[in-house]
């Protein structure tokens, strides 16, 4: 159930079975142009293909917003998070598969064992890349993935960063510390390849059928403690779906909790609480992890030559451009990444990186209103951005992809239309806030070298509600009130996080088999152990082992 990059993933490959019989429910609708274009994901947030995620408030972070909290983005359209995503395609490095083995005690998830599950749906376009590097890229996959043409900051931000030691390394994350660009779903064309388009748009298989606007919103599991078909809210109605064999949720990282506890898998003292029977006491909604970073409007640089910069404005020149000569800054959303060695994981797993940036150009819109209404004092912000309006800037989005802090997912009510409860816990752990620092520091060294001066400069007015020291403008007091202030988690996942047994707070095996149900599987990003910046392509990975795992009765 769900049409993102797993859930997509998942049916598209039972359907090749003209056995087997496919439903699959989405709760939103279909994708629009918009979703074509690259440069407008900022754009599709702000819509109703996002399910916007309240959180709770914060008492340690989002201290500059009103309330202490935001929003959370997930899709909710065909394609899921994949149809508004930035389009990052990443895989990580061995030795995150390898800690996943060792938290969980899971056999069979080596960066050897999944690497097959990436090529079979990569379609590389980067020939270069797959002529040199056959055993870990290839083409002919479904996912068209390229390597976009970078503009003239993000070239010289890689100047600046060799120059610094940082050296060039592999896009796709098998050696992460250094610097290189980022790999997008993006077709030859310059379109958004969202999971949606490549398996349900562009194939026609009469055994998978697709129900959009349905919202799934219990599973029907007998006395026998099997599930035996779904709940669906559509059109105001609610409907019984029943299953021959399987059912399958790939609700997303929030939805998927969510579902399960409405329907009596989840930890028995919150169930009992609610008055829902408990099918099976399980560690639903506990786990949840995900990386943080610092909000691309929080240390900007303001580019000095406009000119260098194309802006992705929604003219008729950029559109015409775009759809009929598939060209212009409509199709361009391109970043970088640096991965610093001095922020690996630790010892024991040396390839795995912490503390990155993820340096790209964005440009200021010219609504200061919009821009300002998250936060508690809008008049400052509005002093803040308003020299900036109609001008690209150079975004810092420093993180740490491992916090240390854990969130967790809960009902509010048996109503399952009702938002669950959302608490991130963000910086409940207080050495995330210094590791956050930590990377905002090392990426400083890049954003303010000489080289790069030539380029850009910080924006004029520090940030709302905190203090730069005069002795060293960006000292580490005024970084971690920016870091409290306006830090984002990102990309939740580990609410039904995968192990080898219930006592270690798993909520599926390694065959993504819910525990105490059988017929019942949860394959998505909410069982993934280890927290990682890039989901998208790992998602999809999910899916095409999922399948796997399906078709061979593992």
Request: glycine share 6%.
């Amino acid at each position: 159930m769900g049409t993102g990059s797993s859930g997509t993933t998942v049916a598209a490959r039972l359907a090749e079975n003209s056995k087997i019989s496919v439903l699959l429910l989405e709760a939103g609708g279909n994708q629009n142009l918009y979703n074509d274009v690259p440069a407008f994901d900022s754009k599709l947030t702000a819509t109703d293909q996002n399910w916007n995620y309240p959180i709770v408030s914060q008492n340690y972070s989002y201290l500059a917003y009103v309330d202490n909290r935001v929003n959370i983005q997930q899709g909710r359209v065909f394609g899921g998070s994949s149809a508004i995503n930035s389009m990052n395609y990443y895989r990580e490095c061995p030795d995150y598969y390898r800690l996943w083995s060792d938290i969980t005690g899971v056999k069979n998830w080596s960066f050897a064992d999944v690497l097959p599950f990436f090529l079979k749906t990569e379609n590389n376009l980067d020939n270069d890349l797959v002529f040199n590097e056959p055993m870990y890229h290839r083409s002919g996959g479904e996912l068209t993935v390229i390597t976009p043409a970078i503009d003239v900051i993000l070239k010289n931000y890689i100047i600046a960063s060799k120059q610094l030691g940082y050296k060039w390394t592999h896009m796709d994350g098998r050696n992460p510390m250094g610097t290189t660009y980022i790999q997008k779903t993006i077709d030859s064309n310059g379109y958004r390849e969202s999971i949606a388009k490549v398996f349900l748009e562009n194939r026609s298989q009469k055994n998978l059928r697709v129900l959009g606007n349905s919202l799934v919103t219990k599973i029907l599991i007998n006395h026998k403690k099997q599930a035996i078909g779904v709940e669906v809210y559509r059109k105001a109605k609610i409907y019984q779906v029943f299953a021959k064999k399987e059912v399958i949720i790939s609700a997303g990282a929030i939805g998927s909790p969510k579902l399960l506890m409405l329907s009596g898998i989840g930890p028995s003292d919150h169930l009992k609480k609610l008055n829902i029977p408990v099918v099976s006491d399980l560690k639903v909604g506990y786990n949840m992890i995900y990386p943080s970073l610092v909000d691309s409007n929080t240390i900007s640089f303001d580019i000095i030559n406009q000119s260098l910069v194309e802006k992705p404005l929604e003219t008729f020149k950029n559109i015409y451009n775009f759809f009929v000569n598939h060209s212009g800054p409509l199709r361009k959303e391109v970043s970088g990444v640096t991965c610093f060695p001095e922020m690996s994981y630790n010892s024991t797993y040396p390839q795995l990186s912490n503390g990155c940036v993820l340096p790209r150009t964005s440009y200021i819109d010219t609504d200061l209103d919009a821009l300002v209404a998250p936060y508690k004092h809008p008049d400052q912000w509005r002093q803040y951005f308003r020299p900036y309006l109609n001008r690209t800037s150079f975004s810092l989005f420093a993180l740490i992809k491992r916090t240390k802090s854990v969130g967790r997912i809960q009902l509010a009510s048996i109503d399952p239309l009702e938002e669950p409860i959302i608490d991130p816990c963000l910086f409940c752990d207080k050495n995330d806030i210094d590791d956050l620092v930590k990377s905002i520091k090392l990426s400083l060294k890049i954003y303010t070298s000489t080289h790069m001066k030539k380029y850009i400069k910080p924006f004029k007015y520090p940030i709302p509600g905190c203090t730069p020291c005069l002795h060293n403008y960006f000292c580490d007091t005024y970084l971690k009130c920016i870091v409290q202030a306006n830090t984002h988690w990102i990309l939740p996942m580990g609410g039904c996080r995968i192990g080898v047994s219930p006592k270690s707070d798993a909520v599926v095996d390694e065959n993504f088999k819910v525990f105490g149900v059988s017929n019942l599987r949860v394959i998505n990003s909410c069982i993934i152990p280890v927290a990682t910046e890039q989901i998208n392509a790992i998602s999809v990975m999910i899916g095409e082992y999922g399948a796997h795992k399906i078709i061979n009765n593992f």
